[in-house]
Each structure stands twice: as structure tokens, then as C-alpha cells.
């Protein structure tokens, strides 16, 4: 088998600290993969100097990962299709809304054999609505695209703290190859096939978080927050048995199901996001230009377009919770309504 | 069906917060229920006071639950045998050690078509090994024993905060009663049939939680707790798997497997210990001398106990957590050396 070469489309910190991972392990098993890892990245002038100059030299993504050396096989690279184009594996981590165009700019100029991983959590939305970021991947680009995520916090991993991951699959033969590229002794990989729900997973997990933060908000404690997560998996598991064929209970075992649920329902920005909409009065789109300089928190988009689906299928009664959080961010329902719809969940009778 | 009347075996915090909740419920359905309801409170002067007479004067626990008043229906009794007598349902919420010997006391006193709850979390250890606490009751008492728990901390609920319970009941019917005897609109219960796993839950998750301590001690952040935790339902479950004929995944889905695993490694007093083992070299009597006016943490109590269970089967390398958590507890093992034994997890192959 010929070296695989691998491409990271992305450079934030999540791309950066999968770059020191992958930058090492390409070394180490040199006999599968080559050893130049190339980073596409967006190019800015960070202090007069251009970023990618910054990355090639300091070996440090200054901006989005200070104080975590990149290893010195990872070569930034500003043009996309000069990093993806010799790619056997392309790694996709970039924030979710940029994944189609730069799909797009990509098409045609890659290797028709590459396989692609996406890294990016939540789903893509637009006018068609809801689509795994995945499959996008894979229908602009014509290419196999697998899945990684966990309770991967980019700090966390940068700083070689122990986590696990979970790869989904659904091709026999990528998963132990992409494991082989990403594990290390503080990064586990379980590889599973129902790669959807893994995916779905990353998407439902941020309703659930705004959940939480709206009963941090509202001054609840361990008991409530506990109950929240135990009601959110219920309904994230409902959801995917009801919307993905063969989903599978024991993926929400896996690092994507509940790891990612418990991290992001203590830690995660859409809890953040629940509890400031408890204390302020402000619009979600408010909120986001404060606390986020204008990204968009997940959770909303995901929560309308879960209402959207769960409408249509006449099954808004069957899921309280992800439907009080869509109406909470909407601002037509008040944040104490949100407990209130738990007290009589479907999981009670 | 003759009205039940209910005794309350205990009167620490969660003992008080819980007669909260039955002196208001059996008044909104004394169809079912006996109006008074009687607890069982072992004397005690507080401030010159008998605590029993406080109780039933100003209808506050003052020591183990203040600022919170219990209905004016719940009466405090300091005789054990004259509060248990004529009880037909029997509601234990002792500490663990206090169980067997108070049963002892009651034995022939009783009704014998009484039936129990236990409320203990943790298993009873003596000479023999490990026992659930319903195992204790029902042979010292020979009545029938169910369980009710979940992520229920006293004073949250003694607040009203939302929380949800589970209570395992292996006999047809007692359950419903049980449910319509405890159920509130911030108390939501779950009856399951599978009542071993239950009690084991309540016994392996402070084990879990004395791991997610040590990852706390050692500076992890909300990943690697999210890793501990996820291992640690695991093992729980295989270990139930293994021990319990007949046991049930599903369980673990309840309020007394995740919600109660979740808060336990995020606010018990499990997760505390693990924390100070880290941070300090006292064994884990000095620490329950300092922390804990010498009461005993169950998880080490259990940790000891299930790693004689694994030896006996050979089980050990299947249970890297369980047995990691010992070995520190003993200070036979490094805290540092928690975060190793992860690593190649049997979960991960």
C-alpha cells in the first residue's frame, strides 16, 4: 500500500491541535502515511505578519491555539488546492457555515480516491434544510467522508489532557485507517459504523446544553442539571431511532453520545448560552454578537430545524424539552417554562 | 383497600426532606394514605432541646435540615418500636451502618404485611462481603424491600428544585403504590422491575466518582471527566452485567444510573475524596476523620468490596477504573498512575 498523504482543511484551534497530533503520529508510522502534513489556513496578518509565515517559522498558531507548538512537519499553506490537491485523507475542521463553498472551490482540483473526515460538530442548515456537514462533503466532492467527535474540548486535547473520541464510519477498512492516523495515549478512538448518529449526536447535544444553562441560569442544581441530561439523551435517542434507520442505542455509550452530552452541558458555549438568556433580555442574535463577536451558536439553528422536522411528524408532544429550548431562544416562551415542560415528560409515564 | 399508614425510619437531611414530601402527598390522596405520618427520629438535644420536640413543635429539622418546614402531619418519635408498629409501608433513609441494628430492634414488632423502600445508597459490607440494603431489610425483617434512588441531593430537594428518581421494585404493584406515595411535580419517579441493577448503581457510581475526584485533583478539565465518567458507566455496567442475572442497559438510561453518576461526579462527596487524595498524602481515615466528623465515604467501602468480587472471577484487567480507584485508595497506587490505567481500556479495543 502506498503512503497516504494527509491534508488538514482548517486552522483554528481545533485544526491546530489536531495538527500536533497528526504532525507526531505521521512520524511515528511513517511506513502508512507521509511525513509533510499540510494545513490549509486562511491567511490574516496577525501583528503585521501573515499567519501562515508565523506557522512555518514559530511552528505556533499564535492567534487560535497560543502556547502550543505545532511540529515542524505541519506546513501551513494559504492556497487551498496547493494543500488539499496530493491529498489521500483530507480532514475537514472548519466552522460549519464555510464547509460548502470551500467544498466548492475544491471540487474537481482533489484526488478522486481521497477519503475525508469531518471534525466539524452540528449540521448544516440552509434553505433545503438540515443536512449532516458530512454529506455535504461527500455531494459536493464526490468522495468518501467520515466522521470524528467526542468530548474534544481544543484546549483540552492541546494540552495532551486524556480524552476519548469516536469515529463513525460507515465504510469498512477508513475507520482503522483514520484511527491509526489520530489516536495517541491521551487521544482514544473507538471506530463504530453508524456514523449518523454520531453526527447527529454532535448536532442534538447543543439543544440540550442550551437546556442545562437555562437551569444554571434559573439558580437549579445537580439534581436538575442531571435530570436535564437524562431527558435530552432520551430524546436525542428517540429522535435518532425515529430519523435515522438503524440507528444504533449503544452509540450514545460511545465518546460522541454521552461524553460530548455531560462536557457540553458544564462546559460547552451553548450552555453559556442558556444561562445568559435567562439573566438578560436579549435576542439570541444580541447574544451572539456579545459573546461570540458574531459566530452563531449552534443550538438555535439545530433546535429550528429539529422543531421543523418533529412538526411535520406531528411528534412536538413526544419531545418537550428540544421544543421548549427552540421556543425559548425564539424569546415567545419565558426561560421558567423551560422545567416546566420537563415535570410531565413522555420518559415519566 | 384499607388506608396504608407510613413510618419514616430516619431523620438525618434527606430523611427531612423527604417528609416534606410525604406529609403533603398523603393529605392530597388520603383515599390511599393514612393522614399522620410517623418518623422515627433517634433522640438528640439540640441546644437543651429534644430534637423530637422541636420537630413536632416547630415543624423544622433544625439540625440536619433547617430553614425548611415539614407538614405539620409528619410526628416526630423517638421510640423506634412505637413509630414503626403499626406501619404499613416503611421508609428507610438511615445511614448505611445503622441499618442491620435497627432492623434487629424491629423485628417481630412489626406488621408482617408491611412493605419497605430503601433509600440508602451503597451496599452493606460485613464479614460475608457485600449485600444490597433491601437484602439486609428483607431478611432481618422477612417483608418485602424495594429501592427508590437517583441524582436526589437532600437540600435541592428539599428546595423543589426539578429532579426525577427511580425506584426498582422486583414485585408487581408495590411500585405504582409507591410512585403515587412519593411523586411530585419536582419529584418525578420511575418504576423499574429491574431492582438489583438499581441498588448497584447506587453503590458503584461513588466509586466512579472518587475516579473523577483524582482527574479533577490532577488538574483535568471537563473532557477527561467526561472520559472518567463514560469509562466508569462501563465498567458499571458490565459489572452488573456480570454479578446481576437479568440485569437490564435500560436501567442505567434511569435516574439512578447516568443522572445520579453525572451529579455524583460533579457534587457528591466521593468526587471531594478523590480530590483530597490528590492534593494531599492522608489516607483515606484521616481524610474521613477531617471531612466527615468520622462517618465513612462508601466509595472506597464499595471499591474494596467489588475488587474482591473481580479477583475471585479473574476479572481485574476488565476493570481497570474499579480497580485503579482501590489501589489509590489504598495509597497503594499513585493518583497519577488514574489517568495511565485509562489508557488502554478494554472498552477501547
Known amino acids: 500500500m502506498s503512503k497516504k498523504s494527509v491534508c488538514i482543511v482548517g486552522s483554528g484551534n481545533w485544526g491546530s491541535a489536531i495538527a500536533k497530533i497528526l504532525g507526531k503520529n505521521v512520524k511515528e508510522r ?5 511525513i509533510c502534513v499540510k494545513m490549509w489556513m486562511y491567511e ?8 501562515t509565515e508565523i506557522v512555518n517559522t514559530e511552528h505556533e498558531n499564535i492567534k487560535y491555539l497560543p502556547g502550543v507548538k505545532i511540529p515542524e512537519n505541519v506546513v501551513a499553506i494559504p492556497d487551498l488546492i496547493k494543500a488539499s490537491e496530493d491529498a489521500d485523507i483530507l480532514i475537514f475542521v472548519l466552522p460549519h457555515q464555510f464547509v460548502a463553498k470551500t467544498c466548492q472551490q475544491m471540487k474537481g482540483k482533489i484526488k478522486s480516491s481521497a477519503v475525508a473526515v469531518s471534525l466539524i460538530k452540528g449540521v448544516s442548515i440552509d434553505d433545503s434544510g438540515m443536512k449532516m456537514i458530512s454529506n455535504v462533503i461527500k455531494e459536493v466532492l464526490g468522495i468518501e467522508c467520515c466522521a470524528l467527535m467526542g468530548a474534544n474540548l481544543a484546549g483540552e ?22 484511527k491509526s492516523l489520530f489516536e495517541t495515549p491521551y487521544f482514544r478512538c473507538s471506530v463504530v459504523t453508524d456514523q449518523a448518529t454520531v453526527e447527529l449526536c454532535g448536532a442534538l447535544k447543543n439543544i440540550v446544553g442550551i437546556g442545562a444553562g437555562i437551569a444554571d441560569g434559573l439558580g437549579h442544581g445537580d439534581n436538575t442539571k442531571a435530570a436535564v441530561i437524562r431527558l435530552g439523551l432520551m430524546e436525542m435517542i428517540k429522535f435518532s431511532e425515529i430519523f435515522i434507520p438503524g440507528s444504533q442505542r449503544s452509540t450514545f455509550f460511545e465518546s460522541c453520545g454521552i461524553s460530548d452530552l455531560v462536557a457540553t452541558c458544564h462546559g460547552g458555549r451553548n ?6 438568556i435567562v439573566k438578560s433580555d436579549k435576542t439570541v442574535k444580541q447574544l451572539e454578537k456579545e459573546l461570540l463577536k458574531g459566530q452563531s451558536f449552534q443550538g438555535p439553528l439545530a433546535a429550528r430545524e429539529i ?5 411535520d411528524k406531528n411528534l412536538i408532544e413526544r419531545f418537550p424539552l428540544f421544543v421548549s429550548v427552540h421556543y425559548i431562544c425564539l424569546r415567545e416562551s419565558q426561560p421558567e417554562e423551560f422545567i416546566n415542560c420537563l415535570r410531565n415528560h413522555p420518559e415519566h409515564i
Not at 44 to 51: A, I, N, S, T, Y
Not at 271 to 276: A, I, K, P
Open 307 to 311: 422543531f421543523k422536522m418533529l412538526k
Open 271 to 276: 450552555r453559556m448560552l442558556g444561562e445568559h
Open 30 to 34: 511513517s511506513d502508512k502515511f507521509e
Open 157 to 178: 486535547v492541546a494540552q495532551e489532557q486524556f480524552c476519548e473520541t469516536t469515529i463513525g464510519c460507515a465504510v469498512n477498512g477508513t475507520g482503522e485507517l483514520l
Open 44 to 51: 490574516e496578518m496577525v501583528d503585521g505578519r501573515k499567519l
